[in-house]
Every structure is written in structure tokens, then in C-alpha cells.
């Protein structure tokens, strides 16, 4: 059974960081691509960030570029994302979720998200 | 920018088929895959139609998907409908970007 389960939100003021990681069990870690996907309180989806089966092609939506980072431990069937200089607007439940198809980046299984607030 | 646009609501009686549409603001919405994700309160999304028209292992084949070049839209069918299909709906695709619609609420009463 594919389970995705992330950790690591909480509570963080404005200008801080924090990592969140999701691991991954049930399938071949390391052949898929993965993507990250939030949803602020009450909003729709919103896609994050994107990091290919090896880790060598990674892109981000603008609103997070230079701020948030990307990364994959295939060795440790874990994805991650550190978020730095964070705002209020980065307050949202995450996501990890897998990509079933690499034309559209579509996902077909999603972790039940973690949710990160950001406020003083 | 290319946009997915989706009704904000839809609803229909138990039993009855819906469609909910998402359309493409530019360009043509077949050149890529479109996926439809389902989000009952409170819960993770799932998935219930990926490249345009294939259901994942579990999902019921009451949910079909399409794709109609002339209108530049996706449309996702739920026919026979639950009360347990009442939920948040969200179109997905990707142009220089990966891109979700607004997300249609369904409710089924």
C-alpha cells in the first residue's frame, strides 16, 4: 500500500524556517518524481514545488523561489522541504503527493499534509 | 497567464449525473494531461481521473473524464450520484507552470 506521511510543521514566526519531511513507504521510492502542493486555510490548491525521480531537475512556483528548497533522500525513501524566510502568506497545510505522469506533472496519491502556521 | 477556470459550485440530486467543467483561459488545454482531485471536508485530496481519462485502482467508474478541443475545456462526469461524492473538486494541468483551477464544490442533495 503507498503511504506518504509528512512531519515537521508547527508554528513559526514570520522571517523564520522550517523543514518538512515526508517519507514514503509502499512503492520504488526512488523511480517516482514528486511533487509538493499546499492549501491555505479555507483556499484551493496550490502547486509548490517539483523535484524529479534523481533529484536533477527540481522547479518552483514564483511565490517560493529563492525562499524554499527542494530535496529527496532515496536511500531514506523521504522527501523535504526547507522553508526559509517565511511569511504569513506561507501559512497552509503541505503535501507531498506523488506524479503519476511527467506531461502534466499530475499526482495519484497525496500524504494527509502538515500543517504549518506563520505568525507572531 | 494560462488559467484553469471551474464553476464555483454545482448541485445535483442522488442518483443523477453532474458534470463539472474546467476551462482553459489560452492556448489548448489537450496539449497536456489534465487530472481531477477530489476533497471531502476535512480530509487529503485523492485522485479520481489522471491523463485526462484514466481512474485510479479504487475509484468507482461512476467518475469519467474528458476532453473537448472545440471548447478548450475538461469536464469530469460523476453519474449515479452519493451523497458520499459531495466534495470539492479541483482541475489540474500544466502550462510553463503546474496549474490547478479554483475548485468546484459539489453538493449532492
Known amino acids: 500500500e503507498v503511504q506518504l506521511v509528512e512531519s515537521g510543521g508547527g508554528l513559526v514566526q514570520p522571517g523564520g524556517s522550517l523543514r518538512l519531511s515526508c517519507a514514503a513507504s509502499g512503492f520504488t521510492f526512488s523511480s517516482y518524481e514528486m511533487n509538493w502542493v499546499r492549501q491555505a486555510p479555507g483556499k484551493g490548491l496550490e502547486w509548490v514545488s517539483y523535484?524529479?525521480?534523481?533529484?536533477?531537475?527540481?522547479y518552483y512556483a514564483d511565490s517560493v523561489k529563492g525562499r524554499f528548497t527542494i530535496s529527496r533522500d532515496n536511500a531514506k525513501n523521504s522527501l523535504y522541504l526547507q522553508m526559509n524566510s517565511l511569511r504569513a502568506e506561507d501559512t497552509a497545510v503541505y503535501y507531498c503527493?506523488?506524479?503519476?505522469?511527467?506531461?502534466?506533472?499530475?499526482?495519484?496519491?497525496w500524504g494527509q499534509g502538515t500543517l504549518v502556521t506563520v505568525s507572531s | 497567464n494560462f488559467m484553469l477556470t471551474q464553476p464555483h459550485s454545482v448541485s445535483e440530486s442522488p442518483g443523477k449525473t453532474v458534470t463539472i467543467s474546467c476551462t482553459g483561459s489560452?492556448?489548448?488545454?489537450?496539449?497536456?494531461?489534465v487530472q481531477w482531485y477530489q476533497q471531502r471536508p476535512g480530509s487529503a485530496p485523492t485522485t479520481v481521473i489522471y491523463?485526462?481519462?484514466?481512474?485510479p485502482s479504487g475509484v468507482p467508474d461512476r467518475f469519467s473524464g474528458s476532453i473537448d478541443s472545440s471548447s478548450n475545456s475538461a469536464s469530469l462526469t460523476i453519474s449515479g450520484l452519493k451523497t458520499e461524492d459531495e466534495a470539492d473538486y479541483y482541475c489540474q494541468s500544466y502550462d510553463s507552470s503546474i496549474l490547478f483551477g479554483g475548485g468546484t464544490k459539489l453538493t449532492v442533495l
Open positions: 491523463e485526462d481519462n484514466q481512474r
Open positions: 503527493a506523488r506524479v503519476v505522469e511527467r506531461y502534466s506533472y499530475g499526482v495519484d496519491y
Open positions: 489560452s492556448g489548448s488545454i489537450a496539449s497536456n494531461y
Open positions: 523535484i524529479s525521480s534523481s533529484g536533477s531537475t527540481i
